[in-house]
């Protein structure tokens, strides 16, 4: 444990079946305590480096090929999935991926099986997630694949916090839901974050959200950053869902880029 982020990625590089460059250059840092955002349109290096930081990335061959991801202090760049897991680093891919078969609550404990914790343990932290997400405990009989989007979205936040995280990797949790269920999971990311103390990377799409609720953002196009800043600075830019999220031509982006780059 240091004093210093909880999580910095220094400049890494990202390559599919070692010949699709998908992610080059992008460094940025995760502040303990901070919700930091990644934001951009699809195919961006979004996901790509959140599986980068979790290793996740291997399973769809992918691989690090430069750079270094440091975690609490300690290079982590090639570290297994499950160790990152266990010592408090949890993502939560994009698609929820829920076990449909199992009922809530099974999917829920799926995410202790890292941590071999006694049954009273156990159900105190199902409780304290159930305090989260009253709805999951109404429906914790239910087969998963039987529970809407929102609710599912709900399960597979539910089941990275039975881990215990320090920092949760979370991939496009507004992805085909309602505004309303955008604004209460967001809230109880909020909520995590500033009673309990956990660390948030999300890569996200809907910019006015997400950075309602980040202290500090990345964008992301073409696989590197290329622009960053507080919430408050890139909120008061009001050029970036035209220049980042596809609204205008890839000439004109080109021609912005520099001038709009944060320092």
Do not use: W
């Given at each position: 444990?240091t004093?210093?982020p909880?999580?910095?990625?220094d ?10 460059l998908?992610v080059?250059?992008?460094?940025l840092?995760v ?9 951009g349109?699809?195919g961006a290096?979004?996901?790509t480096?959140?599986k ?5 990335v291997r ?8 750079g270094?991801?440091v ?11 499950h160790?990152?897991?266990?010592n408090?680093?949890?993502q939560?891919l994009e698609?929820?991926?829920?076990f ?6 099974q999917?829920l404990?799926?995410?202790a099986?890292?941590r071999q914790?006694?049954r009273?343990q156990l ?8 305090a989260?997400f009253?709805r999951?405990?109404?429906?914790r009989?239910?087969l998963?694949?039987y529970?809407s989007g929102g ?10 916090l039975?881990a215990?995280p320090?920092l ?5 949790p507004?992805?085909g839901l309602a ?9 109880i990311?909020?909520?995590?974050n500033?009673h309990?103390g ?6 996200e799409?809907?910019i ?5 609720y980040?202290h500090?953002?990345?964008?992301l196009e073409?696989g590197r950053?290329?622009?960053?800043g ?13 220049f980042?999220?596809?609204?205008r031509?890839t ?6 880029l520099?001038?709009q780059?944060?320092?």
């Amino acid at each position: 444990m240091t004093n210093g982020p909880i999580l910095q990625v220094d400049d890494i590089e990202v390559l599919y079946a070692q010949a699709v460059l998908a992610v080059r250059s992008v460094s940025l840092k995760v502040e303990k305590g901070q919700v930091v955002v990644l934001l951009g349109a699809n195919g961006a290096g979004k996901s790509t480096t959140l599986k980068a930081v979790s290793n996740l990335v291997r399973a769809e061959r992918g691989e690090v090929v430069r750079g270094r991801i440091v975690y609490q202090g300690e290079e982590v760049t090639h570290g297994a999935p499950h160790a990152l897991a266990a010592n408090g680093l949890v993502q939560v891919l994009e698609g929820r991926r829920c076990f449909a078969q199992l009922s809530v609550e099974q999917n829920l404990l799926a995410g202790a099986l890292a941590r071999q914790v006694p049954r009273r343990q156990l159900q105190e932290d199902l409780e304290s997630v159930y305090a989260h997400f009253p709805r999951l405990k109404l429906r914790r009989k239910s087969l998963a694949g039987y529970t809407s989007g929102g609710e599912q979205q709900m399960i597979a936040i539910g089941r990275a916090l039975m881990a215990r995280p320090r920092l949760v990797l979370l991939d496009e949790p507004s992805m085909g839901l309602a505004p309303q269920i955008v604004e209460e999971i967001f809230d109880i990311v909020h909520q995590l974050n500033q009673h309990e103390g956990v660390s948030f990377l999300i890569a996200e799409q809907n910019i006015h959200v997400a950075l309602r609720y980040a202290h500090y953002g990345y964008v992301l196009e073409s696989g590197r950053v290329v622009s960053e800043g507080s919430a408050g600075q890139l909120t008061a830019r009001g050029d970036l869902q035209d220049f980042y999220l596809g609204a205008r031509t890839t000439g004109e982006q080109g021609a912005g880029l520099e001038a709009q780059r944060s320092p």
